[in-house]
C-alpha cells in the first residue's frame, strides 16, 4: 500500500459516502484512478467494505489500545494522514502536553497490534511513542 492508498483510506475514513469525483478532487487524482485504486484495495482485502463503525463495534476488535505519539517539527498533518490510512487506526486525537497525537487503536490479537505499533514507529516524523492497552470499558453514565 503506496502513499496515494493511505490518503484514499484516510479519505474514505472521514467520509465513506464520498463520490468518486469528490475523493478524486480531495486526492488530486482522475475518477478512474480512484475507481481503480479502491478496487484493488477491495480485492487485496485492505479495503473490507463500507460501513458504519460504532463505538460498541469496538468490541469485534477485542485487542484495544491508546498510542501516545511524539513528532518531529511541523509534521503532524503527514504523520496524522498516514495514521488514518491503517485500518487498526480508528481514530487519531490531537493533544497538548507530552503527546502530539494520540491514536486509539483496535486489532484481533496481541500480535497484530504489535505489528500496528511497529508501522506506526516506522512512520517518518515519529520520534517516540507509549502504548497502553484498554483493559475493560464502562459507559458513561451506567454504573
Given at each position: 500500500?503506496?502513499?496515494?492508498?493511505?490518503?484514499l483510506?484516510?479519505?474514505?475514513?472521514?467520509?465513506?459516502?464520498?463520490?468518486?469525483?469528490?475523493?478524486?478532487?480531495?486526492?488530486?487524482?482522475?475518477?478512474?484512478?480512484?475507481?481503480?485504486?479502491?478496487?484493488?484495495?477491495?480485492?487485496?482485502?485492505?479495503?473490507?467494505?463500507?460501513?458504519?463503525?460504532?463505538?460498541?463495534?469496538v468490541?469485534?476488535?477485542?485487542?484495544?489500545?491508546?498510542i501516545?505519539?511524539?513528532?518531529?517539527?511541523?509534521?503532524?498533518?503527514k504523520?496524522?494522514?498516514?495514521?488514518?490510512?491503517?485500518?487498526?487506526?480508528?481514530?487519531?486525537?490531537?493533544?497538548?502536553?507530552?503527546?502530539?497525537?494520540i491514536?486509539?487503536?483496535?486489532?484481533?490479537?496481541?500480535?497484530?497490534?504489535?505489528?500496528?505499533?511497529?508501522?506506526?514507529?516506522?512512520?517518518?516524523?515519529?520520534?517516540?511513542?507509549?502504548?497502553?492497552?484498554?483493559?475493560?470499558?464502562?459507559?458513561?453514565?451506567?454504573?
Amino acid at each position: 500500500m503506496d502513499d496515494t492508498d493511505q490518503r484514499l483510506i484516510a479519505e474514505l475514513r472521514r467520509d465513506g459516502r464520498a463520490a468518486l469525483s469528490e475523493l478524486a478532487d480531495r486526492l488530486g487524482l482522475s475518477r478512474a484512478t480512484v475507481r481503480s485504486r479502491m478496487e484493488r484495495l477491495t480485492e487485496r482485502g485492505e479495503i473490507a467494505g463500507f460501513t458504519v463503525l460504532t463505538r460498541s463495534d469496538v468490541t469485534a476488535a477485542p485487542v484495544r489500545g491508546l498510542i501516545m505519539i511524539g513528532i518531529e517539527g511541523k509534521g503532524g498533518e503527514k504523520v496524522m494522514a498516514r495514521l488514518a490510512g491503517i485500518p487498526a487506526v480508528l481514530a487519531v486525537h490531537s493533544t497538548n502536553g507530552k503527546w502530539d497525537l494520540i491514536a486509539e487503536l483496535a486489532t484481533q490479537t496481541l500480535l497484530e497490534l504489535d505489528e500496528v505499533i511497529y508501522r506506526i514507529r516506522s512512520i517518518e516524523g515519529v520520534v517516540t511513542s507509549e502504548t497502553n492497552l484498554l483493559l475493560s470499558t464502562r459507559k458513561a453514565g451506567r454504573k
